[in-house]
């Protein structure tokens, strides 16, 4: 199984995507799929990663070569995120074989969260509903929290290696969207 994960920014974003649904896809039994993050073209925002058009390019030259593209991009305290990815979904599905699959799914707020989801030992002043609901999370939480891991000046400011440490089962449970994802992917398995 071959995967494509299409990101708004791939810059600090595969660094997150990657681990998570490496794991992901473990956990539903595809351990050896091939998991790759489009780096060009290089979408560069949610603006370009939201076009059709653009997309609908990105498919064609893969389509032969990839079984399951996930477009992964934030939510942005954007009520219509959600809305804008069915209708992408749907028109990939038209230009796709039964044994192909694109999926959309935005983060609530930012991928980050999931990041952080992954974590038991996140500070005890922490709610969790406020880190999941807040629009800006980067700043106000994961920051301060891969300072205090001592990973902020590593690579990608220690999203690798914290999503590497990530317990995907806390993700899971955490983020209904990441949960929704998953079992989208393994009813479609299912249906090969």
């Not at 996140?122 to 205090?148: C, G, H, I, S």
Request: glycine share 6%; hydrophobic share 40%.
């Amino acid at each position: 199984m071959n995967v494509l994960i299409i990101p708004e920014d791939f810059t600090h974003d595969q660094h997150i995507l990657k681990p998570i649904i490496e794991k992901m896809l473990s956990a539903i039994g595809k351990p050896k799929a091939k998991v790759r993050v489009l780096r060009d073209p290089i979408l560069g925002g949610i603006g370009e990663a939201l076009k059709w058009e653009r997309l609908k390019e990105i498919i064609d030259e893969r389509k032969g070569m990839t079984t399951l593209f996930l477009l992964c991009v934030d939510r942005d305290g954007n009520p219509n995120r959600k809305e804008q990815l069915d209708k992408i979904e749907a028109n990939a599905k038209e230009i796709l074989s039964s044994d192909r699959l694109f999926l959309a799914e935005n983060a609530w707020q930012e991928l980050e969260v999931w990041l952080l989801a992954g974590h038991s030992d996140l500070p005890t002043t922490w709610k969790w509903e406020d880190v999941q609901n807040e629009r800006d999370p980067k700043e106000l939480y994961f920051m301060p929290f891969a300072t205090k891991k001592g990973v902020v000046n590593e690579q990608s400011q220690g999203r690798k290696k914290l999503a590497e440490q990530a317990d995907y089962r806390r993700i899971s449970q955490l983020c209904g969207e990441v949960r929704s994802l998953e079992s989208r992917i393994e009813v479609w398995l299912k249906n090969l």
